[in-house]
């Protein structure tokens, strides 16, 4: 074994270098993994690994479990009831399987959630690992929705570690609306015991956290405290305070695969997850994981999608001109130029218009401006908060663990809907469209990355059916880069130097 292997295996604190890659960002301007675990020496570690996991199944064994709980419940049992493949001690109920490795599972391959406990003694909880969101918030037993009598509700009178902030909180959701009132608490997670972490206890959560849409208890925010509502400190802030974690620098490795695991690793990352180098973002405002934006290319076009769709007619224009357009080379003198990148791209346009006229001279662009009705299909398992100030429209994109697919602009999503001969209402699409699709390439930092069809195309492995994972976001101030893209790259999320690392992904599947 060579001496880099060694070394990461130190930095691991037993967890073992080939798991599966993690979820959430990882950022980090430290020093390597040999180098962290060299400084290490002579004292535990506190890089802590979260291990995934996922299923395609719907109706999964957690279902059955969720079931359990509630009678057993109804039967006086005390004890939280947790998925059948968490491990737990049945004495203490804490959650410390293997060295801090936690199994977390992705029910319908559209989100991610793993185990925390909370209290003294412990109580079990469900959550996503959200770097969209700074709250930390699980059910409370006062809590009479469906939504929270189907979960795991925390009982704070069973606590004797529980102290009451008397705070008022309140979270809109694109998808839902959570209320309740903060608590303060010991929360344990892979490991890691926080003493004081405020959270939120809820008192009324919408349906669209009821099952079987939704597993997980509640939500575990990564973001910037100046995200939070009620200026409640992050858990990741929380840790960093208390010097729990080496290092102010957590990272996801989404792992894709049937009853596959990824890695969370909070205090440090693993450079054997990794091929290549970590290309480094700047955040460009410290709230969301939020960097620059520069464009989207289709395969090997060499026009931006982002500005030829600025043009509200471009996407109701016939295919092959479109694409006829995107693959012009006339383009490619301009790539590095970019005024004349603009202007290329501006020319384009006009050819497309004047064409489209030329094959149908009553074509009447300027009544063609409306959208299509907004998607409210169930597929988004969360969407950003509506309660924030961000409206100054900019081209950026923020990477978020807890939104399933790619959130962009009405114009663009259209755009790329024709591309790929997607529904742009419904998403749908034919599957044995797969082998026809290229790559997308988005261009973040300054840095382009690739984007296959394998990660942009959802497949239902239940229905067999399969949709885009390019959604339209009709309020949303910047892009949003979920599960669909993350699942890609191993990314590093860094807290003190406000920088986001990503590199091609570099794990093996294991299954169970």
Known sequence: MSDRRKACGKKGSGLKASLLSSLFFLLLSSPTIAEASQSAAGKSSRVISIPLQRSFNRNSNILVARRNARSMIEKGKSM??????????????????DFGQV?????????????????????????????????????????????????????????????????????????????GF???????????????????????????FELPDTEFDGLFGLAFKTLSSGALVPPMVKMIEQQLVDEPVFAFALSQGHRSFGELLLGGYNELHYKGELRWMRVIRA????????????????LNLLTLSKDQDIARMPLN???????????????????????????????????????????????????PPVDKSPKLKKLLPTNNND?????????????????????TIQLISRIIGADFR????????????????????????EVAPEHYVYR???????????????????WVLGDSFLRAYYAVFDMRDHKVGLAPINMPLRHF
């Open 321 to 371: 001109l479109i694409m006829s357009a995107i693959s012009d080379n006339v383009a490619v003198a301009g790539e590095r130029d970019q005024a004349r990148a603009i202007a290329a791209e501006e020319k384009a346009r006009v050819k497309i218009k004047s064409k489209a006229k030329d094959l149908d001279p009553d074509m009447d662009l300027e009544n063609k401006r409306t959208h």
């Open 460 to 478: 239902d492995a239940e229905k067999k059916t399969c949709s885009s994972a390019w959604v339209p976001s009709y309020d949303s101030p910047f």
């Open 80 to 97: 939280m009831q947790l998925a059948p493949d968490v491990d737990f001690d049945e004495d203490t109920h804490d959650v410390e399987p």
């Open 103 to 179: 199994r977390l599972t992705d029910a319908t391959d559209t989100y991610y959630y793993g185990v925390i406990s909370v209290g003294t003694p412990s109580q079990n909880f469900t959550v996503t690992f959200d770097t969209g969101s700074a709250n930390m918030w699980i059910p409370g037993v006062r809590c009479t929705s469906k939504a929270c009598l189907q979960h795991n509700r925390y009982d704070h009178d069973l606590s004797s570690t529980y102290q009451p902030l008397n705070g008022q909180f309140a979270i809109q959701y694109g998808t839902g609306e959570v209320r």
């Open 391 to 411: 409206t100054k429209p900019e081209t950026s994109a923020i990477m978020d663990t807890g939104t399933s697919f790619l959130l962009g602009d009405p114009n």
């Open 182 to 208: 903060t608590s303060q608490d010991t929360v344990k997670v892979g490991g890691i015991t926080i003493k004081d972490q405020p959270f939120a206890e809820t008192t009324s959560e919408d349906e669209v």
């Open 287 to 302: 709230k969301y994981w939020q960097v620059s934006m520069e464009g989207i290319w289709y395969g090997d076009g060499k």
């Open 426 to 449: 419904t998403g749908d699409m034919s599957c044995a469209r797969l082998h026809d699709l290229k790559s997308f390439w988005i261009s973040l930092g300054g840095f382009k990355f």
